[in-house]
């Protein structure tokens, strides 16, 4: 059906849906290395920060190869339907000028409202509680969303699933047994560990909202049904707060828009940190 | 001399490994407990002025590196506290003395890391002087820290090329690129000459250190080996070494080099580095934000234990 003219408008669609798809994963697995590898070097014990690194270094590395694959999208469109995808002017240049994208392009030259993560990925560190409590809800997801992306018609895709499945798994190992030691470790720690798990709660919301991007990959057999997957997901986390001894969180409004580039505060300060060095001497090779 | 001093003497003109469980004269114990100590801290605190970088580095590529290098370092930690640890002493017993200031750590990390470059400065130069030291540890005499240098030296070589390769990255850049590398250099030169130590005939435990082989060569003799080896380096590099007085010196079969600024040594070991009271608060901010955690973690370990217990 290559060329013909009926077809290109939902054609363009489906490609930037599974653009803004990639993009999506690759920009939670992105931010969430960020976060994680702030605590490098001020970890409650050694052995800790390291296990900390290790899980920062996995979600770089899908981040890496979601960027790359993402780049290669772009790079295989014709430059007339990659001229407005994206608001930075320097991503837009290069662009215009027909250069080939790579995935620090993707990474470093967009702005906040072209970045498609979740809301709970950016959230602050703020102590070992709210960091526990953010991986698990994000760990718990990101391996039932794997599990059925292993399924994708995308080859890509599938392959990355594959291997991002196995380290996932791990990390939601880690962070389920931190959950239990700090639920039933002291008092304190309960506490601390109650009001992180509902104070993120509002978050988790968005993980299984369908935008139009996720529905459409999921029709196509691309993407995963999203909203299929909370049933799983809640009885996951039921079963570790009940042997952390903790409550579910209930009724509690919940906060969307990281999807579609309608990010908290904190986004901003992440990019500013992260694209310091390419946006004050740009285009150079590092 | 006992026997047992007799015994030990063999072993050490033996190059027979000195173990844990062995006989060993106090101060050779407490010589061994001071420098591997002093050692674990310095992999630990070292992890601060590389770690000011990881969030700011400008590839993934680079990120994923730095991270996986500064982790390579927390590593390095646990394996020498270990080694300590057989000595008789406890990691938190020496975590106490560090932030006690009691301990001390290589004063090369209490000089402040203020741009990309430096990433490229310390992986080539400040791990590169660390090698130095570290190669010739592996054959030290107190066995379970020869065998952690063993292991640790392993993973050095991938931190000096990192950091070099960084470097060359710069130089074959632009003209800011290459500046932000020669600047990198101008400061972290002189301070990672100091990381071998006062001159050999101001070196207070230098004597004792040797004859025992917990020192296998003398701070001079390494940090002639350093200079000769990177002042060859930055030829590669094409940088410029900032010691107008560095020659070869065709006799002696080395370069020459300048006067190290011993003022500014003792001063930064005394405490006034422009970093010290950063990197010691930083560390203790650390152990006491953690302290809740680490109590969580062991009231957990015990509530196990105590149902595991009923259960049987
Ligand atoms: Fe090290
Ligand atoms: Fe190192």
């Not at chain 1, 292993?150 to 018609?153: A, I, P, R, T």
């Given at each position: 059906m290559e060329g013909n003219p009926n077809n290109e408008i939902p054609n363009t669609k489906m490609k930037n849906a599974l653009l803004n798809y990639t993009l999506s994963l690759a920009d939670n697995a992105s931010v969430m290395s960020h976060r994680l590898g702030e605590w490098c070097g001020h970890g409650p014990v050694l052995e800790q920060d390291i296990a900390l690194t290790n899980i920062s270094l996995d979600d770089i590395g899908q981040a890496r190869s979601l960027y790359q694959y993402a780049a290669e999208q772009l790079n295989n469109m014709p430059t007339t339907e990659k001229t407005n995808l994206f608001s930075d002017m320097m991503l837009n240049a290069k662009i215009a000028a027909g250069e080939n994208l790579d995935e620090d392009d993707l990474a470093y030259l967009r702005d906040a409202w072209d970045y498609r993560s979740l809301l709970l990925v950016e959230q602050?560190?703020?102590d070992w509680a709210y960091t526990i409590a953010r991986s698990f809800y994000y760990d718990a997801f990101m391996q039932l969303f794997y599990k059925g992306l292993?399924?994708?018609?995308d080859d890509r895709l599938k392959g990355i699933a594959e291997k991002s499945l196995k380290e996932v798994t791990y990390h939601l190992r880690w962070s389920s047994e931190w959950i239990i030691r700090l639920g039933d470790g002291t008092d304190e720690s309960h506490q601390k560990i109650q009001t992180a798990i509902n104070d993120l709660w509002m978050y988790t919301g968005e993980m299984f909202k369908m935008t139009d991007t996720d529905k459409a990959m999921a029709v196509a057999g691309i993407g995963v049904d999203l909203a299929g997957l909370h049933k799983d997901w809640l009885n996951n986390i039921k079963n570790i707060f009940t042997q952390a001894t903790l409550q579910l969180p209930t009724d509690i409004w919940m906060q969307d828009g990281g999807k579609e580039g309608h990010h908290s505060e904190h986004l901003g300060y992440i990019l500013a940190d992260m694209q310091f060095l390419q946006r004050t001497y740009p285009g150079l090779d590092w | 001399m006992t026997s047992f001093e007799q015994h030990f003497e063999d072993k050490i003109n033996n190059e027979v490994n000195i173990e844990p469980r062995d006989w060993m004269p106090d101060d050779y114990r407490k010589t061994n407990i001071r420098q591997i100590s002093q050692h674990a801290h310095s992999e630990i605190v070292g992890m601060l002025p590389e770690g000011n970088w990881i969030t700011r580095a400008p590839s993934l590529r680079r990120k994923a590196i730095l991270l996986a290098k500064v982790q390579d370092e927390a590593g390095h930690g646990l394996y020498l506290y270990s080694a300590a640890e057989t000595l008789g002493i406890t990691r938190d017993e020496m975590i106490e003395q560090l932030h006690t200031g009691k301990a001390k750590y290589s004063s090369i990390f209490n000089y402040p890391t203020t741009s990309w470059a430096d990433m490229g400065a310390i992986g080539w130069l400040v791990d590169g002087a660390a090698i130095m030291n570290q190669v010739a540890l592996?054959?030290?005499?107190?066995g379970p820290y020869a065998r952690a240098m063993v292991r640790i030296c392993k993973e050095e070589s991938f931190h000096q090329r990192q950091g070099f390769e960084i470097l060359l990255s710069l130089v074959r850049g632009n003209a800011t690129q290459k500046k932000m590398a020669q600047d990198a250099l101008n400061r972290w030169w002189w301070p990672s000459l100091m990381?071998?130590?006062?001159n050999d005939d101001n070196s207070p435990h230098s004597a004792q250190s040797l004859h025992w082989r917990i020192k296998r060569f003398s701070n001079d003799e390494l940090r002639q080996k350093f200079v000769d080896a990177a002042t060859e380096q930055a030829k590669v590099l094409g940088l410029a070494i900032p010691d107008p007085a560095l020659k070869w010196n065709e006799e002696r079969g080395h370069y020459d080099f300048g006067e190290i600024d011993w003022e500014e040594f003792w001063n930064v070991v005394k405490g006034n580095g422009p970093c010290n009271k950063e990197r010691l608060d930083t560390r203790r901010k650390a152990w006491e934000d953690g302290e809740w955690v680490r109590e969580a973690a062991m009231a957990y370990v015990e509530k196990r234990k105590n149902r595991s217990q009923k259960a049987a």
């Open positions: 602050p560190n703020k292993q399924n994708s018609k | 592996c054959r030290t005499s107190y990381m071998f130590g006062p």
